[in-house]
């Protein structure tokens, strides 16, 4: 039964199909909650980390052939979504919203030294990270436009602005002394 519903409903059609996903959701919620559990030892992060293993779940549905598939993609699904928060959480996080933009124009009112100097350091960077650097500080994109423009992750582009701010503070850092940028 289980092959016949997974192949014959796509997601979003027919009580059947429905059905057949609530009933899996309860036989297997408490084997992903478990797993989660135990490796986060943080219950909210369990509880949203298993519901979002369950709506890839939905998505993927129609491609698992069997129950025992369905079994064998949850485990590890749940695994690798628990590694990666992990991950996440072990290392430390700073968001681009709370890593403070480079103020060019006051930089330049007030100290032209400075102004120069951050230019002839964005100069040595570097070709793909000073453009994105570019794109973001100077055309004020977005990540995400950043990504779409040169062909690249999302991800990629934010560990290009996050590390090229830390290299940009030493290197002016070094040059003049300490400056908050």
């Known amino acids: 039964m289980a092959e016949r519903v997974f192949r014959d409903h796509p997601p979003h059609t027919g009580t059947r199909f429905a059905d057949a996903f609530a009933d899996l959701v309860r036989r297997h919620q408490s084997m992903v909650f478990s797993i989660a559990l135990h490796y986060l030892a943080d219950r909210p992060a369990a509880e949203e980390l298993a519901q979002d293993v369950f709506l890839q779940l939905h998505a993927n549905l129609p491609n698992l052939k069997s129950e025992e598939h369905v079994t064998f993609w949850l485990r590890k699904v749940t695994a690798h979504r628990c590694i990666d928060y992990k991950r996440r959480r072990t290392l430390p996080q700073v968001s681009l919203e709370e890593v403070a933009e480079p103020s060019a124009a006051p930089a330049r009112a007030e100290d032209p030294f400075l102004a120069r100097k951050l ?26 436009e950043i990504a779409e423009a040169l062909s690249l992750p999302v991800g990629t582009v934010k560990s290009h602005l996050q590390r090229t701010l830390a290299l940009l503070r030493e290197k002016v850092s070094r040059s003049i002394g300490e400056v908050t940028i």
Do not use: C, H, N, T
């Open 119 to 144: 230019r002839q350091v964005i100069a040595s960077l570097p070709e793909r990270p000073r453009l994105v650097m570019i794109l973001r500080y100077q055309e004020d994109m977005r990540p995400e």
